[in-house]
């Protein structure tokens, strides 16, 4: 008899250690496209998720506050090579969200190389990237402006009926409900025609080194979780479509459904990610910090 009761004591601490780390895992998100992917997630547990201005990101791995960042993979690649960050690369969620659009009549691609085209963010991995895509579809822009960020170009299209420029999901979205003679055109499109890949490794999901010593069950049961959030994008676009407005990230249901399946989120793990995510490096290093990032930079590798 005391045998069987030890054997169930035993069994009980057993179950219980299964459940013990109950660690609440706090993620950093810029808002807007990237913070879709985690949306059904949020909205369950908001008070366990901050969403900072997307300029602010390197601090954010710098305070190493955070369990999970999403962040731009160049952004942390970049950081983690220079000492500046211990979070690794878990998964890629968003594939590319950027559009070339314009109001011109009749507006196509090749009208580029006539009128130029205005991009937003000089010198970064998403200007880059465009400029790389134009170029091994044969298409040679005219000239290259450059503004700040994704809403001054949408400002711009939507101010300039002459305009071509490169802007993102949602924004694009908000413009063509103001402007319905707005034509866009995928820049996933144009690398898928270079690469063969849909859509280009843009925005990961990074877990902190020390998270991962002390609590690697829970952020292993954390990443199962954030793949059924990505899969929901698609999967439940009304469902997510409500979260991503009731955590303020997107203004309305009307512009959220729309906009939500442009943004190509998805969820890949890292270390089936890397061949992609070297891929994009190599079109613009010095945007990773002068190099394809190391082995130890992604989790599971």
Not at 121 to 145: D, M, P, Q, R, Y
Not at 180 to 207: E, H, M, P, R
Request: with cysteine; proline share 3%; glycine share 4%.
């Amino acid at each position: 008899m005391k045998k069987i009761f030890t054997l169930f004591i035993s069994s009980i601490l057993f179950a219980a250690s299964l459940f013990a780390d109950d660690y609440a895992i706090k993620v950093s998100s810029p808002n807007g496209a990237p913070a879709l992917a985690l949306a059904s997630l949020a909205q369950k547990n908001p008070e366990n998720y901050t969403y900072v201005a997307a300029d602010t990101i390197a601090a954010e791995f710098a305070s190493g506050k955070a369990d999970f960042i999403i962040a731009p993979i160049n952004a942390g690649a970049k950081l983690y090579k220079m000492g500046k960050s211990s979070y690794k690369l878990a998964a890629v969620v968003t594939w590319g969200n950027l559009y070339f659009a314009s109001q011109k009549k009749n507006f196509k691609l090749k009208d580029i190389k006539k009128s130029g085209i205005t991009l937003f963010g000089e010198n970064t991995i998403n200007a880059s990237v465009a400029l790389s895509v134009l170029e091994k579809n044969k298409i040679s822009a005219k000239s290259v402006n450059y503004l700040a960020g994704a809403a001054n170009t949408q400002s711009l299209l939507l101010s300039d009926a002459e305009a071509i420029v490169l802007t993102a999901e949602p924004a694009l979205t908000a413009a063509k409900i103001k402007n319905s003679k707005i034509v866009s055109y995928s820049l996933n499109d144009l690398y898928k025609k270079a690469t063969g890949f849909d859509g280009f490794a843009q925005a990961g999901l990074f877990v902190k080194a020390d998270t991962l010593e002390k609590h690697p069950e829970a952020v292993k049961e954390y990443l199962v979780l954030a793949k059924e959030s990505c899969e929901k994008c698609t999967s439940d676009l009304p469902a997510i479509s409500k979260a991503a407005v009731a955590l303020e990230i997107l203004p309305n249901v009307k512009v959220a459904e729309s906009a939500i399946p442009n943004c190509a989120i998805r969820y890949m793990a890292a270390k089936d990610a890397k061949f992609q995510v070297e891929t994009v490096a190599q079109i613009d290093l010095k945007q990773y910090g002068g190099a394809i990032p190391a082995d130890d930079f992604y989790y599971g590798e």
